[in-house]
């Protein structure tokens, strides 16, 4: 990968736990670390952010942050990081926080400026504050405009999600989205919540055991036959809309897929503008002719790929080629045998459910 | 009401445990650090002899403070070879053996308040470009800052109120190391009581006054601005 970001080959062994990777990362987009528990996501990233030493070679981009002679340490690397806990300077109010890490880079590298992550976050609010008053989220959000304001080459995120309840999880991820749209910062993030993984990635690293097990666009893992994912409970596609119109008399809107057209819950979005949405293999079922009585609105022509076993005996998935993207279809083995599906057959793919996301 | 040589008395307690107090936050500051994150196996020893004052008598102290930089104690040939002379029986001397004494004092308090600074927040610093002598200074500084303030004046009060270090190290010389407890000593040994009163007295308000501060420094909400 002529144009990879980092590349880190790393090694680090433990009692019980070795990591050992050799990976090249694109230099833009959002990647997705993402694994069980304990499979050494966070560990990696520790890593390539100089907290923690691994052996091994180090490189961002022309410069070697890392090899058997050389370290640079942390704060002389120009990425940010932001934590699981927001760990806030407690002596210091909001706008402290802000401050520390925007003061200590120069004024000629800034690229980010202090009204613009504080708009961004929606922290105006909060400046004068002590982060001890503020809500799990709002640190959070501070945390995140803290990182960003040093202006990174790249950010790095760890779970920044996962010590959060619901709301607040929900009340964050719209910035996230709003930073993968607007900013030209490659995010290399962690997680272990497929719900964030399918909402935020472009690349997607997989873990297992501290190894790499696969790495690729999002879409082409999830949907990838060898893959454990293909054969989660929640094994999903992901794939891009644009928005086509909406149907306010219905409250639905009307999206483009490459194979048609898609309806789904009504929003906000302008027609037009991108976004993307999640299929579960679940909520595909199978039809050989299109349905035009039933209640379920969305039914596209489409071609299997091939049809492979899944962990419940009683099913299996099935792969759908769909204008060019791949979608999951999880029925039983009955429904196949009786319905006669073989890789290469037309059929219509009745979708249930569709979640955009944004 | 005090004399002459009780005044003097004072000043010297006073520079005495200002300068012993000031060698300690400067000397004091990178021990109790190292102590507060080393995993060095050198750790615990060290820690034990800091401490070592908290338990031993200071006539003890003070007697081995006198062999070692008497004429022929290593420290007192070191001294003499650099032409400082003895130190014994000076207001140098009585620094030193202070700062030994008082240590724990002030290296305790401070390695606390170091430990509770959490790792994770040197480790944010880090990552906002801050490197470690500036996270030192703007992020552990702050958050120990009641650390130093009770280190400062548990080693300052522990300083004014030594007396078995002081007679052994420094003995009796006015206006050079005859400090308070030291002409108390003497007063009530020539039955000058009145004199030993004042003294005594003005020593007993200071104490109530230092540990006054103590208290009150640990009150709910002190520690914030």
Known sequence: MSDAGLHAQLALA???????????LPRSGFTVLFGRSGCGKTTLLRCLAGLQRAQGTLR??????????????????????????????????????????????????RRIRMEEAIQWLGVESLLQQRPE?????????????????????????????????????????????????????????????????????EHLVLMENGRVRAQGQLNDLLTHIDLPLLHQLDASAVINVTVDHHDPHYHLSHVAVPGGFLTVAYNE????????????????????????????????????????????????????????????????????????LHPGQLVYAQIKAVALMN | MLSESDIGAIVLTLKLAGTTTALLLVLGTPLAWWLARTQSRWKNPVAVVVALPLVLPPTVLGFYLLLLMGPNGPVGKL??????????????????????????????????????????????????????????????????????????????????????????????IPNETRVMSVQIYDHVEALRYDNAHWLAASMVLFSLVVLWALYSKRAPGAFRV
């Open chain 1, 269 to 340: 979005l302008p027609a037009g503008s991108r976004s993307r949405v999640r299929i579960l293999a679940r909520d595909v079922s199978i039809a050989l002719e299109p349905t035009h009585h039933s209640s379920i609105s969305n039914c596209l022509p489409c071609c299997i790929i091939d049809i492979s076993e899944d962990r419940d005996p009683a099913r299996v998935i099935v792969r759908l080629n769909l204008g060019g993207e791949v979608i999951l279809s999880r029925i039983t083995r009955r429904s196949v045998d009786m319905l006669g």
């Open chain 1, 60 to 109: 961002w981009k022309d410069t070697l942050w890392q090899d058997e002679r050389h370290f640079v340490p942390t704060h002389l690397r120009p990425l940010s990081y932001v934590f699981q806990e927001p760990r806030l300077f407690p002596h210091l109010d909001v706008k402290g926080n802000l401050e520390f890490g925007f003061r200590r880079v120069p004024g000629n590298e």
């Open chain 1, 133 to 201: 008053s503020l809500s799990g989220g709002q640190r959070q959000r501070v945390a995140i405009a803290r990182a960003l304001l040093t202006s990174p080459q790249i950010l790095l995120m760890d779970e920044p999600l996962a010590s959060l309840d619901l709301d607040s999880k929900l009340d964050i991820l719209p910035y996230l989205e709003k930073l993968r749209s607007h900013l030209d910062i490659p995010v290399i993030y962690v997680t272990h919540a497929p719900d964030e993984m399918a909402r935020l990635a």
């Open chain 2, 79 to 172: 001294t003499q070879a650099l032409g400082i002379g003895l130190l014994p029986f000076s207001f140098t001397g009585l620094v030193v053996a202070s700062v030994l004494y008082s240590m724990p004092f002030v290296v305790q308090p401070l390695q606390n308040a170091f430990e509770a600074v959490h790792e994770s927040l040197l480790e944010a610093a880090a990552t906002l470009r801050a490197s470690p002598l500036d996270t030192f200074r703007h992020v552990v500084l702050p958050l120990a800052r009641s650390g130093f303030a009770t280190a400062a004046i548990l080693g300052f009060a522990h300083t004014v109120g030594e007396f078995g270090v002081v007679l052994m190290v420094g003995g009796n």
């Open chain 1, 14 to 24: 433990f009692d019980k736990f070795s990591l050992q990777v050799d990976l090249q």
